[in-house]
């Protein structure tokens, strides 16, 4: 009864999260944002930043369960120093936050704003089409989840293997090597936030960042409480797609703005199409009346759905047995 009214608060926290950004946005825009206004709204701002955070969030959750699945309860003494390592990662994406707009503060004196939000934004859309791509979430979960389960079962064994003489040294070494398996898992997912994060925020400020970075964090600590702690067998596959597709629809608006603040600067001509599209799809969706963005999306949504196809037609081969762990072994339907 107690776990159930525990889960039961938490989903409220999550929708009451909601609630308030919407609030928020009747109060500060009376009602709602001027559609003609340039630039992405705010509030499509906040929820591209909850999405993108989330996303990463998920990913990282997921590769800490794979990798301290079986320590929790047998082995507490090595889960320990990963979790150890796991906040030392959340601390150092956030210094690196503040260094990435430390850089860019100093180069604000030197380059003109609309150069820095176009080479930025174009560094996150490379960056988010990386991980969009059906390659390298194979290789992540095949080989990224396996590498850091291979690294943890030769720490592990090391110490178990160890004579009396040398176990301390053994132990000492091990244990730092645990506590970077956990950093390793986190920061890599929080260095790819604090680069996505950085051409919103030039946007649309960084209070607006934080609104959407706290609402990811309400989904991100549910998640990883039935996942940590109540040992709940989440339905992450689901999830996973879920996130992915809304991910995409991320990318789309992404992709438009980009192409749009390149423009801007000066660094892509602007060919208007005979077609009217109205102002509010601009600010809502990044969709604008020239042929450089719409191309470049359509381009952006034949990679991912091509991509797709890829991975599924790659699945159909056949695979070598390999002791490595998938997104299909970890803890899938609920």
Known sequence: MARS???TALVCAGAAALVAVLVWQAVTSAGSPDPTARGISRTTAILDT???????GLECILVLSAVVAGLMRTQKVYWKPIAGGAGIGIGATLVTWFILVGILQLVSGTTSEANIQAA??????IVLLIVMNWFFHRIYWTGWISFH????QELIHSIEQADGNRLEAVKSVAYKGLVLLGIASVYREGFEVDLFLQTIRLQVGTANVLLGTAIALVLIGVTGYFTFIAHQKLPYKRMLVFTGIMLGVVLEIMVGEQVNEMQGAGWLPTH???????DW????LSVFNNWESILAQVLAAV???????????????????????????LPAEG
């Open 5 to 7: 009214a525990v889960r």
């Open 50 to 56: 909850a999405v993108l955070v989330y996303r990463e």
């Open 120 to 125: 930025t934004g174009l560094v996150a859309i």
């Open 149 to 152: 389960n291979r690294k943890k």
């Open 272 to 278: 208007t199409i005979p077609v009217h599209i109205p």
């Open 281 to 284: 799809m601009g600010i809502w």
């Open 303 to 329: 990679f991912v759905i091509g991509s797709y196809y890829a991975a599924r037609s790659e699945r159909r081969r056949p695979k070598p047995t390999e002791p490595s762990q998938s997104l299909s072994e």
